[in-house]
């Protein structure tokens, strides 16, 4: 066993094995971006607290600007750009889009990779998708949208009542 | 806010890990590094060398053992979270790991990256404390246990020497009549507290633990609270005189210079009361 | 009204869905950072570590040889090029105007200037290279905070006396001798702390220089991309065609991305420049919460002057305004608050007095609101001290001292950059709205019964007004395409306001267009050379009313082209569902895309797909081939107004307050909106109710302190606060609709409106609450320890 500075990665990226040399220092959310093309991760500040570069790592969600790319050697690794399935939204994206969920949409797929693993979950209630989407920072929704979406990913589509915030006039 | 080099070794056993901490005068375990990361983002921390510790299994999960659970330092704080065995042997912890963080930070923190930071705020290190923990600590030179109470030394300060690696953490399993309080104040859901109390009494055994966290420079227990608690302080008549003692222990090991740090203390009384009429409702239900 | 001059309403007011969304959804955005031209190189920034010193000496040797640097710049290796950056709106008013230098040489005013700026092959290395640098300081005394920088010897810039940039008065009638003979004068010291824009996304800037075509490309995460191409061509002389500045999809802005020019922005194209590579700056948080434009701290001496029944008299203000250390946007801030303190009270004699201090702090622009906060909370603050004292519910003061309906448009009297001139509003009908959702008598016999268990509820409320639109002006270029989609383009930026979904609406009704085929772009100085970028609530008005006047310039061409292909008068021409038809003879028609088709045939036998009948079609392509017009479409549109249009609204809150921690929770929140016409009300929502969690998160939750020697406390998202969704209350949002007459679409600004009276309700609300302990709130944002301090300090004992 010896120390490296750069490291040999081999891991599956939505559904694609890729093997790269890095850097041990390389974050795993420039990985993604800058060495495998994948810019849908964002990164907002790195220090793991707003949650945009969230992605899915064996499973669970997690912040890529918190794990070296070194670490991801073996591992299965899903981002944004995997959720649409020949070019249709998932339900989850549908539900952003119908209730207006993202407005600039930096912070968006970190969101959505966030809450697709909860969803995967047995049984995900509002409870759980709200708890998991409070590890998400978002600047210019105020949330209401993306709590409206939930409501209509867990009720099926169409059948959210916006009344609330329409207001009687 | 990119690390600085590093070299980086990935062992694949305990006992090769302790090899590269020997071998380095000023190397890091890097666990989930959930606290250890950022710092490293921010060039706070610029360690040379990194010791990944993420391959061992062997320090991941949760056993019982003798009357403690012994929980491996890999273990994600997801799964204490939510681990049936530790929800029914210590339900105190279970409650206490779901405050920790959001669920992303849960997913890849551990137990012992939290307890080796140190953090007087988080509340692994408060649960430690609280219930009477032991680390085990390996080195090249031997193994050691350290008790909770003398774990931890200061604000991010434990006794865990350069070329140690906390291993796994044993915790005194309760009675099973035990009651439980854990409550905790923050701004926003997830971030660290500006206080927090925990508590377990046990009525037959006639014994009572009350941590303090958030205000002192590590959790401390709160004796006159407990004592308080041991003897007649489980009723909703007694709650105000325990959060007053809690307060009073804590206001006694710090020194609360500014308004925060007066409002820290205050919330001590606060989560001090919530904490302990959470336990005596508990008995409620046993009866 | 002839056919050609109807408005079609259509689109316009549907809760349409964003054609933005797809993209972003799947990770398909292209943010700054995600470009990435072959070789392009990295920078890192050197700033300063003091607030306020001398440089003695800067050393990048060690930087220079560090592995992968390509390119050390100081302040001095940049020659002419480090001159102060430009000063936005030079006022009578400053006496003192300071702006920064690119990078600083020998004196330093805060953390966080830049100073040296390493250019090497990726960030990991600039980053290495940067921390290399040594740089000696002899270090000052730093100003803090405006009570020290107005009394204090010590000065921020050397030839700037007192620290004083400028002082800013204005008045309305005689306010002195209304208060010498006033029954009542109430009289409160207030003050707001700092805080920022805080986008998702940081700032950034790439830069590529073409050689062949010496064109410089830049794409800047900004807010006005076109004014920035400007300013380039000027610093780095060049000529109006060689630059090319491109807002791409941007993470948010709130005001902090647009203050032409950050130094960064001047100096990554010169580096590009000089490299003959492109070069990218990604600003990390660390550096955004040191060296982005801040604002909002600002104290207020203020006086309110009223009789018995609670009619306001007259209202008086000194203050002082933080600007930082420098003021890039000469007196935007405190001239805000000066014209909107009066809000939406009828207000006879006033005057205001602001005094613009330097600070050793990152410099000062509007954020969000800009100003119009203070202004409501200062406002809202004197309403409730008069209702204290008269022993009235605040909203019957308020209430009483109304502007009424119909004395719109109204003159307030004030002038510091032109005529305060209200369009238009109905104010009762907003409050009255709002007291219907609020329901105050209900709320007062829950608050006893609540305090009855040891719960403390309060309620609070805050109007405002809302200028919005400042000028001069906005451009549209629109054109017909070969496939017969309606292409506008348009020179402001969006940062997820959807301009691309809100502005096709309007130009699909004046089109005649399915909103299908109608396409908007922004922030490219590339397609619209002319125009400004967003920001003071104005894209809508200027922009959206640019891209009316494009489309309906676009349908004369086509309707002139057109009635020649069918042989009628151009008026009685049918625009609807993208096709054109003769009003009356609906079967006698052509689509858009066929007329694209018809005008643009490239002589040779290419015909788009189009669902015209193919035998009319085919005589029309004979006809076509006689007319001699030309084979495009294209007109532009310009839309500037003389002076700004006022939205408002009122909001109120319902709170719970917990004595014993000092602990917030809004329960309930209501707001009343009126920004005129709404053209997507779903996106109206969106901003509304996202400033409202912003304004929510600054009465609450952000700050950005600095400790005595200037550091800043607040330097990372564990620090600094913002809301998250737990936080959220229930809301109940509500419209008052009064057109602007002010443009045709009839629209008001309204990004800003949410934020702007959020601090002054939770400020009453909060105070409310805590009634028993007598306590008087004067100081935003509000921390839980400040309330427990609060409450220890009235010594009523916490039940």
Redesign the interface.
Known sequence: ?????A?SVRCTVNGEVVQRIV?????LS?FL??ELG???????????????C?VIVDG????A????A??VDDAEIE???S??KDGA?SPL?QA???Q?G????????GI?M?MTA?LREPAPDREKL??????????????????RAVDQVLDGADSVDRS?????? | MKPAQFDYVRPQSAAEAVRALAESDDCKVLAGGQSLVPLMNFRLAQPPLLVDINRLTELAGITEVDGALRIGAMTRTRRLETSALVTERIPVLAAAAHWVGHVQIRNRGTVGGSIAHGDPSAELPAMCVLLDAEMILVSSGGTRAVSAGDFFEGFLTTVVEPDELLTEVHIPIPAAGAVWGFSEYAQRAGDFALAGVGCVVDRHAGTAGLVAFGPSERPMRCPSAEEILRVDGLSLDRVSDVADAATADVVAATEAVDAEAVHRVATVRAMARKAVEQAVRMTGEQR | MSPKDQIETGWVGRATPRKEDDRLLKGGGRYVDDIEPARTLHAAFVRSMAANARITAIDVEAASRASGVRLVLTGTDIGDLNAPLPLLGGHPSLIAAKTQLPLAVDRVHYVGEAVVMVIADDRYLAEDAAALVRIDYDSLEAVVDLEQAATSATRVHDDVADNVAGVVRDRVGDPDAVFELAEHVERLHLSLERTGGMPMETRGVLADWDPREQVLHVWDSTQAPVAIKHGLCRLLKLSSEQVEVVAPDVGGGFGAKIMLFYPEEVLVPHAAMRLGRPVKWIEDRWEHFVSANQERGQTHEAEIAFDDDGKILAVRTTFVHDTGAYIPYGIAVPANTITHMLGQYRVEHYSAVATILYTNKPPVSPYRGAGRPHAVFVMERLICAVAQRLGLEPHEVRWRNLIPADAFPYDVGLTIDAPVRYDSGNYQEGMRKALIHLDPDGFRAEQASKRAEGKYLGMGMGCYIESSGPGPYEGCAARLTDAGTVVFDVATASQGQGHSTSFAQIAADAMGADIADVVVRGGDSGRVEFGIGTFGSRSLLLAGNAVATAAKALRDQLAAYVSELLECNPDDLVFADSRVSVAGTPSVSVSLAGIAALANAYGYPVVKPHDDDPQQFAALQVRAGAISAPPVFHADGYFGVGQQVFGSGVHAAIVEVDPAIGSVEVLKYVLVHDCGVVVNPVIVEGQVLGGLIQGLGGALLERLPFDEQGQPQATSFMDFRMMTVESVPEIVLDHVETRSPLNPLGVKGTGEAGVIPVSAVIAEAVEDALSPFDITITHMPLMPHEITQLIARSRVAVT
């Open positions: 066993m010896s120390s490296e500075t490291v850097e041990a220092r390389m974050l420039d971006r800058h994948l810019t849908g991760t964002h990164v907002g500040c790195e220090h793991g607290v707003c949650g945009a969230t669970s969600s997690i912040r600007c918190l794990m070296f070194a670490q981002t944004i750009e959720l649409a939204l994206q952003f889009h119908d207006h993202l407005q600039c949409g930096f912070c968006t797929p959505l966030s909860c709200l708890e998991t989407l409070g590890g998400h920072i978002c600047r210019c929704t105020g949330y209401v949208g993306i709590k609330t915030v329409e207001g009687a006039s």
